[in-house]
Protein backbone atom coordinates (compact mmCIF):
# COMPACT_ATOMS: atom_id res chain seq x y z
CA UNK A 1 0.00 0.00 0.00
CA UNK A 2 1.22 3.47 -0.96
CA UNK A 3 2.23 5.73 1.73
CA UNK A 4 1.36 9.30 0.62
CA UNK A 5 2.49 11.38 -2.33
CA UNK A 6 5.86 13.05 -2.92
CA UNK A 7 6.52 15.39 -5.71
CA UNK A 8 10.27 16.33 -6.55
CA UNK A 9 11.51 18.33 -9.48
CA UNK A 10 14.59 19.62 -10.83
CA UNK A 11 14.63 23.08 -12.32
CA UNK A 12 14.28 22.54 -16.05
CA UNK A 13 17.04 23.16 -18.29
CA UNK A 14 17.59 25.96 -20.91
CA UNK A 15 18.43 24.26 -24.09
CA UNK A 16 20.69 27.10 -25.85
CA UNK A 17 23.17 24.42 -24.55
CA UNK A 18 23.94 20.53 -24.38
CA UNK A 19 23.81 19.25 -20.89
CA UNK A 20 26.82 19.03 -18.66
CA UNK A 21 27.88 17.53 -15.51
CA UNK A 22 26.31 20.28 -13.66
CA UNK A 23 23.17 19.79 -14.85
CA UNK A 24 23.66 16.39 -13.90
CA UNK A 25 24.32 17.13 -10.47
CA UNK A 26 20.98 18.55 -9.78
CA UNK A 27 19.24 15.41 -11.63
CA UNK A 28 21.03 12.77 -9.84
CA UNK A 29 20.57 14.42 -6.62
CA UNK A 30 16.81 14.49 -7.63
CA UNK A 31 16.81 11.35 -8.37
CA UNK A 32 18.36 9.88 -5.44
CA UNK A 33 15.80 11.32 -3.57
CA UNK A 34 13.03 10.42 -5.82
CA UNK A 35 14.49 6.52 -5.72
CA UNK A 36 14.52 7.19 -1.59
CA UNK A 37 11.03 8.07 -1.13
CA UNK A 38 9.58 5.36 -3.49
CA UNK A 39 11.73 2.92 -1.11
CA UNK A 40 9.63 4.50 1.38
CA UNK A 41 6.24 3.16 -0.59
CA UNK A 42 5.20 6.79 -1.40
CA UNK A 43 3.41 7.67 -4.60
CA UNK A 44 6.21 9.60 -6.04
CA UNK A 45 6.25 12.12 -9.02
CA UNK A 46 9.62 13.27 -10.15
CA UNK A 47 9.62 16.10 -12.55
CA UNK A 48 12.86 17.22 -15.18
CA UNK A 49 12.31 18.95 -18.45
CA UNK A 50 13.58 21.61 -20.58
CA UNK A 51 13.60 25.62 -20.67
CA UNK A 52 12.63 25.81 -24.12
CA UNK A 53 11.95 29.60 -24.91
CA UNK A 54 13.64 33.24 -24.53
CA UNK A 55 15.87 35.64 -25.94
CA UNK A 56 19.18 33.08 -25.09
CA UNK A 57 17.76 30.01 -26.59
CA UNK A 58 16.54 32.35 -29.78
CA UNK A 59 20.08 33.79 -30.26
CA UNK A 60 21.96 29.93 -29.82
CA UNK A 61 19.18 28.90 -32.91
CA UNK A 62 20.11 31.79 -34.74
CA UNK A 63 23.78 31.00 -34.37
CA UNK A 64 23.46 27.43 -35.27
CA UNK A 65 21.43 29.03 -38.02
CA UNK A 66 18.44 27.08 -37.02
CA UNK A 67 14.52 27.75 -36.75
CA UNK A 68 14.20 27.79 -33.11
CA UNK A 69 11.98 24.66 -32.79
CA UNK A 70 13.74 22.43 -34.54
CA UNK A 71 17.06 23.29 -32.80
CA UNK A 72 15.46 23.23 -29.36
CA UNK A 73 13.98 19.72 -30.37
CA UNK A 74 17.42 18.44 -31.33
CA UNK A 75 18.80 19.84 -27.91
CA UNK A 76 15.87 18.42 -25.51
CA UNK A 77 16.81 15.12 -27.05
CA UNK A 78 20.34 15.52 -25.69
CA UNK A 79 19.10 15.90 -22.23
CA UNK A 80 16.89 13.25 -22.72
CA UNK A 81 19.54 11.19 -23.96
CA UNK A 82 21.94 12.31 -21.05
CA UNK A 83 19.46 11.00 -18.61
CA UNK A 84 18.69 7.64 -19.76
CA UNK A 85 22.22 6.65 -19.74
CA UNK A 86 22.49 8.34 -16.22
CA UNK A 87 19.93 6.00 -15.28
CA UNK A 88 17.27 8.93 -14.38
CA UNK A 89 13.95 7.74 -13.17
CA UNK A 90 11.89 10.76 -13.77
CA UNK A 91 8.14 10.35 -14.20
CA UNK A 92 7.76 13.37 -16.65
CA UNK A 93 9.74 15.49 -18.92
CA UNK A 94 8.31 18.64 -19.58
CA UNK A 95 8.77 20.61 -22.38
CA UNK A 96 8.21 24.21 -22.68
CA UNK A 97 7.42 24.61 -26.09
CA UNK A 98 4.52 22.21 -25.96
CA UNK A 99 0.85 23.45 -26.39
CA UNK A 100 0.09 21.43 -23.10
CA UNK A 101 2.30 23.66 -20.89
CA UNK A 102 1.55 26.78 -23.22
CA UNK A 103 -2.01 26.69 -22.52
CA UNK A 104 -1.61 26.50 -18.83
CA UNK A 105 0.70 29.01 -18.65
CA UNK A 106 -2.00 31.08 -20.36
CA UNK A 107 -4.55 30.08 -17.64
CA UNK A 108 -2.44 30.97 -14.63
CA UNK A 109 -1.20 34.33 -15.99
CA UNK A 110 -5.08 35.34 -16.23
CA UNK A 111 -5.54 34.02 -12.52
CA UNK A 112 -3.28 36.44 -11.46
CA UNK A 113 -4.83 39.34 -13.29
CA UNK A 114 -5.56 41.53 -10.82
CA UNK A 115 -1.95 41.87 -9.73
CA UNK A 116 -0.86 42.66 -13.34
CA UNK A 117 -0.70 46.40 -14.80
CA UNK A 118 0.70 47.73 -18.22
CA UNK A 119 4.07 49.97 -18.02
CA UNK A 120 6.84 50.61 -19.86
CA UNK A 121 10.40 48.92 -18.52
CA UNK A 122 13.44 50.67 -18.87
CA UNK A 123 16.29 48.93 -17.20
CA UNK A 124 19.53 46.21 -17.57
CA UNK A 125 18.73 43.07 -18.93
CA UNK A 126 21.21 39.88 -18.72
CA UNK A 127 20.16 37.56 -21.54
CA UNK A 128 22.76 34.42 -20.44
CA UNK A 129 20.66 34.92 -16.93
CA UNK A 130 17.51 35.73 -18.47
CA UNK A 131 17.12 38.42 -15.59
CA UNK A 132 16.37 42.10 -15.10
CA UNK A 133 18.66 44.47 -12.70
CA UNK A 134 18.74 47.85 -11.66
CA UNK A 135 21.94 50.02 -12.57
CA UNK A 136 22.58 50.01 -8.48
CA UNK A 137 22.59 46.07 -8.34
CA UNK A 138 25.35 45.70 -11.45
CA UNK A 139 28.49 44.92 -9.68
CA UNK A 140 31.31 46.93 -11.66
CA UNK A 141 28.84 47.66 -14.44
CA UNK A 142 28.51 43.94 -15.22
CA UNK A 143 25.82 41.26 -14.56
CA UNK A 144 26.14 40.37 -10.35
CA UNK A 145 25.23 36.89 -11.23
CA UNK A 146 27.33 36.06 -13.72
CA UNK A 147 29.80 38.89 -14.31
CA UNK A 148 28.92 39.28 -18.10
CA UNK A 149 27.68 42.56 -20.06
CA UNK A 150 24.36 43.59 -19.37
CA UNK A 151 21.90 45.11 -22.20
CA UNK A 152 19.80 48.33 -22.00
CA UNK A 153 15.99 47.99 -22.69
CA UNK A 154 13.25 50.19 -22.77
CA UNK A 155 10.06 48.06 -23.90
CA UNK A 156 6.55 48.34 -23.55
CA UNK A 157 5.86 45.84 -20.87
CA UNK A 158 3.27 44.12 -18.54
CA UNK A 159 4.07 44.28 -14.75
CA UNK A 160 3.19 42.18 -12.02
CA UNK A 161 3.32 43.62 -8.60
CA UNK A 162 5.44 41.42 -6.73
CA UNK A 163 5.97 44.66 -4.20
CA UNK A 164 2.44 43.54 -2.75
CA UNK A 165 3.58 40.54 -1.49
CA UNK A 166 6.45 41.51 0.57
CA UNK A 167 4.57 41.03 4.15
CA UNK A 168 2.81 37.93 3.03
CA UNK A 169 6.26 36.41 1.96
CA UNK A 170 7.58 37.15 5.29
CA UNK A 171 5.15 35.62 7.02
CA UNK A 172 6.09 32.47 4.59
CA UNK A 173 9.27 32.08 5.40
CA UNK A 174 8.59 32.82 9.34
CA UNK A 175 5.90 30.07 9.62
CA UNK A 176 7.58 27.78 7.17
CA UNK A 177 11.05 27.39 8.52
CA UNK A 178 11.98 24.97 5.87
CA UNK A 179 10.64 26.10 3.08
CA UNK A 180 14.08 27.46 2.22
CA UNK A 181 16.36 25.17 2.85
CA UNK A 182 19.60 25.12 3.41
CA UNK A 183 19.29 27.33 6.82
CA UNK A 184 21.97 29.58 5.71
CA UNK A 185 20.61 30.64 1.97
CA UNK A 186 17.18 31.96 3.98
CA UNK A 187 18.96 34.49 5.84
CA UNK A 188 20.31 36.20 2.72
CA UNK A 189 16.51 36.00 0.86
CA UNK A 190 14.48 37.33 3.64
CA UNK A 191 17.30 40.16 4.22
CA UNK A 192 16.53 41.04 0.19
CA UNK A 193 12.98 40.82 0.75
CA UNK A 194 12.79 43.01 3.87
CA UNK A 195 14.58 45.36 1.83
CA UNK A 196 11.82 45.82 -0.74
CA UNK A 197 10.43 44.01 -3.80
CA UNK A 198 10.26 45.75 -7.07
CA UNK A 199 7.36 44.84 -9.50
CA UNK A 200 8.42 42.45 -12.53
CA UNK A 201 8.26 43.15 -15.91
CA UNK A 202 6.50 39.48 -16.84
CA UNK A 203 6.26 40.21 -20.49
CA UNK A 204 8.73 41.35 -23.70
CA UNK A 205 7.80 42.95 -27.17
CA UNK A 206 11.52 43.03 -29.00
CA UNK A 207 11.51 39.16 -29.65
CA UNK A 208 8.76 36.47 -30.79
CA UNK A 209 10.57 33.26 -29.08
CA UNK A 210 8.39 32.98 -25.85
CA UNK A 211 4.26 32.14 -24.93
CA UNK A 212 1.78 34.57 -26.29
CA UNK A 213 0.76 36.59 -23.18
CA UNK A 214 -2.68 36.20 -22.71
CA UNK A 215 -3.87 39.77 -22.56
CA UNK A 216 -2.00 40.97 -25.28
CA UNK A 217 -0.90 38.95 -28.30
CA UNK A 218 1.71 42.10 -29.30
CA UNK A 219 3.72 40.20 -26.12
CA UNK A 220 5.58 37.48 -25.49
CA UNK A 221 5.41 35.88 -21.77
CA UNK A 222 9.03 36.48 -19.97
CA UNK A 223 11.28 33.28 -20.10
CA UNK A 224 11.05 33.23 -16.14
CA UNK A 225 7.25 33.61 -15.75
CA UNK A 226 6.94 30.73 -18.83
CA UNK A 227 9.51 28.37 -16.74
CA UNK A 228 8.01 28.21 -13.40
CA UNK A 229 4.81 27.53 -14.56
CA UNK A 230 6.13 24.12 -15.83
CA UNK A 231 5.62 22.34 -12.65
CA UNK A 232 2.13 23.02 -12.72
CA UNK A 233 1.58 21.86 -16.14
CA UNK A 234 3.34 18.93 -15.94
CA UNK A 235 0.50 17.47 -13.29
CA UNK A 236 -1.84 18.28 -16.31
CA UNK A 237 -3.65 21.82 -14.22
CA UNK A 238 -6.23 22.20 -12.89
CA UNK A 239 -6.83 17.79 -13.69
CA UNK A 240 -6.20 14.66 -11.61
CA UNK A 241 -2.52 15.00 -11.30
CA UNK A 242 -2.46 18.38 -10.32
CA UNK A 243 -4.75 17.35 -7.83
CA UNK A 244 -3.09 14.05 -6.69
CA UNK A 245 0.27 15.43 -6.56
CA UNK A 246 0.31 19.50 -5.94
CA UNK A 247 1.68 21.30 -3.71
CA UNK A 248 5.46 19.88 -4.88
CA UNK A 249 7.67 18.67 -1.91
CA UNK A 250 10.49 19.70 -2.84
CA UNK A 251 11.83 21.64 -6.10
CA UNK A 252 15.43 21.14 -6.05
CA UNK A 253 17.50 24.05 -7.47
CA UNK A 254 20.73 24.97 -7.33
CA UNK A 255 21.41 28.29 -5.50
CA UNK A 256 21.83 30.77 -8.53
CA UNK A 257 18.15 30.78 -9.11
CA UNK A 258 16.81 30.68 -5.48
CA UNK A 259 15.07 34.48 -5.93
CA UNK A 260 12.82 33.06 -8.58
CA UNK A 261 11.53 29.91 -6.65
CA UNK A 262 11.71 31.49 -3.30
CA UNK A 263 10.39 34.71 -3.96
CA UNK A 264 8.70 35.36 -7.40
CA UNK A 265 7.19 31.87 -7.27
CA UNK A 266 5.00 31.85 -4.18
CA UNK A 267 4.13 35.49 -5.53
CA UNK A 268 2.88 34.05 -8.68
CA UNK A 269 1.07 31.05 -6.99
CA UNK A 270 -0.74 33.47 -4.28
CA UNK A 271 -1.37 36.02 -6.60
CA UNK A 272 -3.42 33.05 -9.05
CA UNK A 273 -4.82 31.53 -5.60
CA UNK A 274 -2.92 27.98 -5.35
CA UNK A 275 -0.94 26.54 -2.91
CA UNK A 276 2.50 27.04 -2.58
CA UNK A 277 5.11 24.39 -2.76
CA UNK A 278 6.55 22.92 0.43
CA UNK A 279 10.44 23.34 -0.04
CA UNK A 280 12.80 24.80 -2.08
CA UNK A 281 16.25 23.57 -1.58
CA UNK A 282 19.10 25.23 -3.08
CA UNK A 283 22.26 23.36 -3.57
CA UNK A 284 25.55 24.52 -4.15
CA UNK A 285 27.43 25.54 -6.58
CA UNK A 286 30.18 22.94 -8.14
CA UNK A 287 33.52 24.12 -9.65
CA UNK A 288 36.18 22.41 -11.97
CA UNK A 289 39.51 22.10 -10.88
CA UNK A 290 38.45 25.26 -8.37
CA UNK A 291 37.43 26.99 -11.79
CA UNK A 292 33.90 27.93 -12.88
CA UNK A 293 32.74 25.44 -15.62
CA UNK A 294 32.73 27.38 -19.08
CA UNK A 295 33.37 26.73 -22.65
CA UNK A 296 35.83 29.23 -23.24
CA UNK A 297 38.04 28.09 -20.29
CA UNK A 298 37.78 24.34 -21.92
CA UNK A 299 36.18 22.50 -18.55
CA UNK A 300 32.92 21.88 -19.48
CA UNK A 301 32.32 18.35 -18.82
CA UNK A 302 29.62 16.59 -20.62
CA UNK A 303 28.65 13.48 -17.96
CA UNK A 304 29.27 11.13 -20.84
CA UNK A 305 32.97 11.09 -20.87
CA UNK A 306 32.61 10.62 -16.92
CA UNK A 307 30.20 7.17 -17.55
CA UNK A 308 32.36 5.96 -20.14
CA UNK A 309 35.38 6.37 -17.58
CA UNK A 310 34.06 5.48 -14.02
CA UNK A 311 30.56 3.68 -15.08
CA UNK A 312 27.05 5.44 -14.49
CA UNK A 313 27.26 4.56 -10.67
CA UNK A 314 31.06 5.64 -9.90
CA UNK A 315 29.32 9.39 -11.59
CA UNK A 316 26.68 8.79 -9.19
CA UNK A 317 28.78 8.48 -6.10
CA UNK A 318 31.56 10.33 -6.35
CA UNK A 319 29.49 13.17 -7.40
CA UNK A 320 26.89 12.58 -3.66
CA UNK A 321 29.79 11.63 -1.50
CA UNK A 322 32.62 14.38 -2.42
CA UNK A 323 30.63 17.59 -2.22
CA UNK A 324 28.39 17.85 1.24
CA UNK A 325 25.22 18.39 -0.30
CA UNK A 326 23.86 22.14 -0.07
CA UNK A 327 27.61 23.56 -0.20
CA UNK A 328 29.39 24.29 -2.85
CA UNK A 329 31.96 22.13 -3.93
CA UNK A 330 34.80 21.02 -6.40
CA UNK A 331 34.72 18.14 -9.25
CA UNK A 332 38.13 17.10 -9.71
CA UNK A 333 38.95 14.08 -11.95
CA UNK A 334 41.77 13.11 -9.93
CA UNK A 335 40.04 12.90 -6.52
CA UNK A 336 37.25 10.58 -8.58
CA UNK A 337 39.43 8.40 -9.78
CA UNK A 338 40.61 8.13 -6.32
CA UNK A 339 37.62 6.86 -4.60
CA UNK A 340 36.77 4.40 -7.09
CA UNK A 341 39.44 2.86 -6.39
CA UNK A 342 39.91 2.75 -2.67
CA UNK A 343 35.70 3.12 -2.16
CA UNK A 344 34.45 1.65 -4.64
CA UNK A 345 36.53 -1.20 -6.01
CA UNK A 346 39.00 -1.38 -2.65
CA UNK A 347 35.82 -1.29 0.11
CA UNK A 348 32.53 -2.47 -1.62
CA UNK A 349 33.65 -4.39 -4.59
CA UNK A 350 36.12 -6.64 -2.89
CA UNK A 351 33.80 -7.20 0.04
CA UNK A 352 31.04 -8.78 -2.23
CA UNK A 353 33.64 -11.22 -4.32
CA UNK A 354 35.21 -12.05 -1.13
CA UNK A 355 31.82 -12.86 0.56
CA UNK A 356 30.43 -15.11 -2.40
CA UNK A 357 34.09 -16.00 -2.91
CA UNK A 358 34.01 -17.53 0.51
CA UNK A 359 29.95 -18.85 0.18
CA UNK A 360 31.65 -20.65 -3.41
CA UNK A 361 34.37 -22.08 -1.31
CA UNK A 362 32.87 -23.47 1.99
CA UNK A 363 29.47 -23.68 0.90
CA UNK A 364 29.71 -24.45 -2.44
CA UNK A 365 27.53 -21.10 -2.36
CA UNK A 366 24.23 -23.18 -1.18
CA UNK A 367 23.66 -20.81 2.04
CA UNK A 368 21.40 -21.85 4.67
CA UNK A 369 19.34 -19.45 6.88
CA UNK A 370 21.19 -18.72 9.73
CA UNK A 371 22.01 -16.65 12.53
CA UNK A 372 22.71 -12.99 12.89
CA UNK A 373 25.46 -11.97 14.41
CA UNK A 374 24.37 -8.74 16.11
CA UNK A 375 28.23 -7.59 16.72
CA UNK A 376 27.78 -6.79 13.09
CA UNK A 377 24.51 -5.47 12.14
CA UNK A 378 24.19 -3.46 15.18
CA UNK A 379 27.16 -1.34 12.96
CA UNK A 380 24.35 -0.02 10.95
CA UNK A 381 22.93 3.13 11.83
CA UNK A 382 19.70 3.11 9.77
CA UNK A 383 18.06 5.57 12.09
CA UNK A 384 20.43 8.26 10.88
CA UNK A 385 20.43 7.37 7.01
CA UNK A 386 16.72 7.94 7.31
CA UNK A 387 17.25 10.97 9.75
CA UNK A 388 19.73 12.45 6.87
CA UNK A 389 18.26 11.56 4.11
CA UNK A 390 14.95 13.42 5.30
CA UNK A 391 17.10 16.22 5.86
CA UNK A 392 18.67 16.21 2.24
CA UNK A 393 22.32 14.97 3.77
CA UNK A 394 22.60 12.75 1.02
CA UNK A 395 26.24 12.71 1.52
CA UNK A 396 26.15 11.98 5.21
CA UNK A 397 23.46 9.27 4.58
CA UNK A 398 25.84 7.82 1.53
CA UNK A 399 28.88 8.04 4.22
CA UNK A 400 26.95 6.04 6.82
CA UNK A 401 25.88 3.04 4.12
CA UNK A 402 29.89 3.18 3.33
CA UNK A 403 30.80 2.92 7.45
CA UNK A 404 28.61 -0.07 7.32
CA UNK A 405 30.67 -1.51 4.18
CA UNK A 406 34.16 -0.86 6.34
CA UNK A 407 32.13 -2.66 9.09
CA UNK A 408 31.52 -5.70 6.81
CA UNK A 409 34.77 -5.73 5.67
CA UNK A 410 36.07 -5.56 9.56
CA UNK A 411 34.18 -8.83 10.20
CA UNK A 412 35.52 -10.81 7.81
CA UNK A 413 38.99 -9.75 8.69
CA UNK A 414 38.11 -10.55 12.43
CA UNK A 415 35.97 -13.72 12.11
CA UNK A 416 38.30 -14.99 9.63
CA UNK A 417 36.30 -17.87 8.24
CA UNK A 418 38.78 -19.12 6.35
CA UNK A 419 40.94 -20.01 9.85
CA UNK A 420 38.40 -22.06 10.97
CA UNK A 421 39.19 -26.12 11.20
CA UNK A 422 37.10 -27.53 7.81
CA UNK A 423 37.89 -31.02 6.86
CA UNK A 424 35.77 -32.90 4.60
CA UNK A 425 33.12 -33.55 5.17
CA UNK A 426 33.27 -30.80 7.89
CA UNK A 427 32.39 -31.03 11.88
CA UNK A 428 28.89 -29.71 12.33
CA UNK A 429 30.09 -27.09 14.53
CA UNK A 430 32.66 -25.70 12.16
CA UNK A 431 30.41 -25.64 9.24
CA UNK A 432 27.35 -23.68 11.57
CA UNK A 433 30.23 -21.17 12.37
CA UNK A 434 31.18 -20.92 9.09
CA UNK A 435 27.88 -20.57 7.78
CA UNK A 436 26.24 -18.28 9.97
CA UNK A 437 29.26 -15.44 9.44
CA UNK A 438 28.14 -16.09 6.11
CA UNK A 439 24.70 -15.77 6.53
CA UNK A 440 25.55 -12.36 8.48
CA UNK A 441 27.65 -11.30 5.82
CA UNK A 442 25.14 -12.08 2.92
CA UNK A 443 22.24 -10.81 4.62
CA UNK A 444 24.23 -7.59 5.61
CA UNK A 445 25.38 -6.71 1.99
CA UNK A 446 21.49 -7.66 1.19
CA UNK A 447 20.47 -4.30 3.61
CA UNK A 448 23.30 -2.28 2.14
CA UNK A 449 22.09 -2.96 -1.58
CA UNK A 450 18.64 -1.73 -0.19
CA UNK A 451 20.10 1.37 0.72
CA UNK A 452 22.16 1.86 -1.94
CA UNK A 453 19.75 1.46 -4.62
CA UNK A 454 18.62 5.28 -4.97
CA UNK A 455 22.70 6.37 -5.31
CA UNK A 456 23.60 3.47 -7.11
CA UNK A 457 20.55 1.75 -8.71
CA UNK A 458 22.70 -0.59 -11.35
CA UNK A 459 24.98 -1.71 -8.82
CA UNK A 460 22.28 -2.85 -6.15
CA UNK A 461 20.97 -4.41 -8.88
CA UNK A 462 24.10 -6.72 -9.49
CA UNK A 463 24.91 -7.36 -5.64
CA UNK A 464 21.48 -8.67 -5.29
CA UNK A 465 21.99 -11.10 -8.59
CA UNK A 466 25.35 -12.22 -6.94
CA UNK A 467 23.56 -13.00 -4.07
CA UNK A 468 20.08 -14.62 -5.24
CA UNK A 469 18.15 -12.31 -3.35
CA UNK A 470 15.40 -9.52 -4.32
CA UNK A 471 16.15 -5.71 -3.40
CA UNK A 472 12.92 -4.56 -1.42
CA UNK A 473 12.01 -1.38 0.43
CA UNK A 474 13.08 0.15 3.42
CA UNK A 475 10.31 -2.39 4.56
CA UNK A 476 12.71 -5.47 4.06
CA UNK A 477 15.87 -3.14 5.60
CA UNK A 478 15.55 -5.85 9.01
CA UNK A 479 18.40 -8.22 9.20
CA UNK A 480 17.46 -11.90 9.28
CA UNK A 481 14.78 -11.49 6.47
CA UNK A 482 17.34 -13.53 3.50
CA UNK A 483 16.17 -17.28 3.07
CA UNK A 484 18.53 -20.32 2.06
CA UNK A 485 19.89 -18.73 -0.72
CA UNK A 486 21.71 -19.77 -3.87
CA UNK A 487 25.28 -17.46 -4.59
CA UNK A 488 25.67 -16.87 -8.06
CA UNK A 489 29.58 -15.12 -8.52
CA UNK A 490 29.50 -12.45 -11.40
CA UNK A 491 31.83 -10.14 -12.95
CA UNK A 492 33.96 -7.52 -10.51
CA UNK A 493 31.77 -4.86 -9.75
CA UNK A 494 34.59 -2.13 -10.03
CA UNK A 495 37.62 -2.35 -12.05
CA UNK A 496 40.31 -0.62 -10.53
CA UNK A 497 41.48 2.29 -13.05
CA UNK A 498 45.28 3.07 -12.83
CA UNK A 499 46.15 6.45 -11.35
CA UNK A 500 48.41 8.58 -12.98
CA UNK A 501 50.31 11.01 -10.69
N1 LIG B 1 16.01 27.44 -17.13
C1 LIG B 1 16.43 27.87 -15.86
C2 LIG B 1 15.69 27.18 -14.75
C3 LIG B 1 14.20 27.30 -14.79
S1 LIG B 1 13.44 26.38 -13.54
C4 LIG B 1 11.84 26.84 -13.58
C5 LIG B 1 17.92 27.61 -15.71
N2 LIG B 1 18.44 26.68 -16.51
S2 LIG B 1 19.98 26.24 -16.54
O1 LIG B 1 20.14 25.41 -17.70
O2 LIG B 1 20.83 27.37 -16.47
O3 LIG B 1 20.18 25.31 -15.32
C6 LIG B 1 20.53 25.81 -14.09
C7 LIG B 1 20.60 24.68 -13.08
O4 LIG B 1 21.53 23.67 -13.51
C8 LIG B 1 21.14 25.13 -11.73
O5 LIG B 1 20.14 25.72 -10.94
C9 LIG B 1 21.64 23.82 -11.18
O6 LIG B 1 20.56 23.06 -10.78
C10 LIG B 1 22.26 23.18 -12.42
N3 LIG B 1 23.66 23.59 -12.59
C11 LIG B 1 24.21 24.13 -13.71
N4 LIG B 1 25.53 24.31 -13.51
C12 LIG B 1 25.86 23.90 -12.27
C13 LIG B 1 27.05 23.86 -11.54
N5 LIG B 1 28.19 24.27 -12.03
N6 LIG B 1 26.98 23.38 -10.27
C14 LIG B 1 25.81 22.95 -9.72
N7 LIG B 1 24.68 22.98 -10.39
C15 LIG B 1 24.66 23.44 -11.66
O7 LIG B 1 18.52 28.24 -14.86
Not at 188 to 197: A, D, M, P, T
Not at 453 to 471: C, D, H, N, Y
Request: charged content about 30%; proline content about 5%.
Amino acid sequence: MKKGKFYITTPIYYVNDVPHIGHAYTTIAADIIARWHRLLREDVFFLTGTDEHGQKVEEAAKAKGMKPQLFVNSVMRRFKEAWKMLNISNDFFIRTTSEKHKAVVQKIVKKMKKDIYRGVYEGQYCIPCESYWTKSQLIDGKCPECGRETGLIKEDSYFFKLSKYRKKLLELYKKNPQFIMPFNRKEEIISRVKEGLQDLSITRTTFRWGVPFPLNSKHICYVWIDALINYLSALNYPDKKFKCYWPADVHLIGKEILWFHAVIWPAMLMAAGLPLPKQIFAHGWMTINGEKMSKSKGNFIPPKDMVMKYGVDGLRYFLMRSIPFGQDGDFNEKALKQRYNTELADKLGNLVSRVVGLAEKFLKGKIPQGRIDDQLVDQLQFEDVKKHMAELELDKALALIFAFVDSCNLYIQEKRPWDIPWEIPPEPDSMEKVSNILYTLIDSLRVTAILLSPFMPETAEKIARQLGVKLGTLHECKFGLTKATKIKKGPVLFEKIKVKD
